[in-house]
């Protein structure tokens, strides 16, 4: 199994431009998230699916975008870059409904310019 | 908003020397979970707790969870300089669709 895998490791974008973060799972897990890691704020919570065709926001929501057609994909969509966006962005599994082990991607690097 | 509250920020030692991290919350949870990062890499689960237990132990590692003050311990033994990396506590609050909530985080340094 390859586990939680996140495309692409790094990314520069200008002001205004979108993107897609990509996020996938061989492990069949209900449960998908997306969290943003800048220094000294830990990890916060963007969006969350419980299931294909379900998903829910989090704690920074803002500016991100996510569906979940597949149990295995769950893209975040950034709209419209802004330098607040710059971050390291993480992806996580799970199953059940989030309350057990968490899997967590390698993340992706973002730099908005 | 952070539910757990890791503590120290920073922590330096030496390798065979004892680490200590703490973590506070601030709501009822079901379960309180500790991660590990290296540095540039994603988390990685050490060991999970649930509400009704006190200590679990898993290889070098420890933890403690007092629900009624709140908080838990990890405790790494025998620390070794590969042990390098933030530690996370993470709690799932006792309510409705429950989501992990992650702390700031505790770096700890092990050198040689």
């Known amino acids: 199994n390859a586990g939680v895998t996140q495309t692409p490791k790094f990314q520069v974008l200008k002001t205004g431009q979108s993107m897609t973060l990509q996020c996938a799972q061989d492990?069949?897990?209900?449960?998908m998230s997306w969290y943003r890691q800048d220094p000294g704020m830990g990890l916060r919570l963007i969006h969350y699916?419980?299931?294909?065709?379900?998903?829910d926001q989090g704690e920074v929501p803002n500016g991100y975008n996510v569906s979940r057609s597949t149990t295995e994909d769950f893209p975040l969509r950034l709209l419209s870059a802004a330098p607040s966006q710059t971050s390291v962005y993480f992806c996580?599994?799970?199953?059940?409904?989030?309350?057990?082990?968490?899997?967590f991607g390698p993340g992706t690097r973002l730099l908005v310019l | 908003s952070q539910q757990g509250e890791e503590d120290p920020q920073a922590l330096s030692i030496q390798e065979g020397e004892n680490a200590t991290m703490n973590c506070s919350y601030k709501?009822?949870?079901?379960?309180l979970q500790w991660y590990r990062q290296n540095s540039g890499r994603g988390l990685v689960h050490l060991i999970l707790?649930?509400?009704?237990?006190r200590e679990k132990h898993s290889g070098r590692l420890r933890v403690t969870l007092d629900t009624s003050k709140k908080s838990s311990s990890l405790l790494i033994t025998a620390s070794r300089a590969a042990d390098t990396a933030s530690y996370f506590c993470?709690?799932?609050?006792?309510?409705?669709?429950?989501?992990?909530?992650f702390g700031k985080g505790t770096m700890l340094l092990v050198s040689p």
């Open positions: 996580a599994s799970t199953s059940p409904q989030g309350r057990e082990t968490q899997y």
């Open positions: 492990m069949n897990h209900e449960y």
């Open positions: 699916s419980v299931g294909a065709g379900i998903t």
């Open positions: 709501t009822s949870i079901n379960n």
């Open positions: 707790i649930r509400s009704n237990e």
């Open positions: 993470a709690t799932d609050p006792n309510s409705g669709y429950s989501t992990l909530t």
